[in-house]
């Protein structure tokens, strides 16, 4: 059985909330915190020294290494469904087993500073891209096969912003010695 977990450290920022009310304040502060997200998660690595990299956020939890690696994961996927909703009409995306993807060795071995580097270039991208698009392309959807629903790029924005904060939280867990 799984140890028990206070909410807290699951979810030091709280759990993800979405409000559908499109509103163009809201649109900047997910942008802005999606953009800085690369330069407040590498002044966080400072905190934590190379050996502590392979500390777990929280009792079965991920490792900072792994959190800062599934970062970039996660967000590659999401500026890909990003492209994939603004050029096609309504596609599915593929999920992932980010779990497993945790694991590979690629994870395992490099140190967080690596996808700290991609993000940084990744997120410019990203920045770019949704500072470009049009009021009407938020309401673009992408087909996600595990919800079996339609989610927005409204909502994906929201949700990235908040999971960029989230993991945030995460590696501050442990720069700050729980």
């Known amino acids: ?11 030091p920022i709280g759990r993800f909330t979405f409000n559908p009310i499109f509103s163009k304040t809201e649109l900047e502060k997910h942008i802005e915190s999606i953009g800085n997200l690369p330069a ?3 002044e966080k690595l400072k905190a934590v020294d190379s050996g502590h990299w392979d500390t777990p956020y929280r009792p079965g939890g991920w490792t900072v290494r792994q959190v800062v690696h599934h970062l970039a994961d996660s967000h ?38 690596v996808s700290v580097q991609l993000l940084e270039a990744l997120h410019l991208r990203w920045v770019m891209l949704m500072e470009g698009m049009e009021s009407s392309d938020w309401k673009k959807t992408v087909f996600h096969p595990e919800r079996q629903r339609e989610v927005s790029l409204w909502e994906m ?7 960029g904060e989230h993991h945030l939280a995460h590696v501050g867990l442990v720069a700050e010695g729980l």
């Open 1 to 11: 059985m799984p140890p028990l977990v206070s909410e807290k450290l699951q979810y």
């Open 40 to 42: 407040r998660l590498a």
């Open 76 to 113: 590659i996927n999401s500026y890909v469904r990003f492209r994939l909703a603004l050029t096609e009409q309504k596609p599915a995306i593929k999920p992932y087993l980010e779990e497993r993807w945790a694991e590979l060795p690629d994870v395992t071995a490099l140190p967080p500073g």
């Open 157 to 163: 924005v929201a949700l990235y912003a908040w999971h």
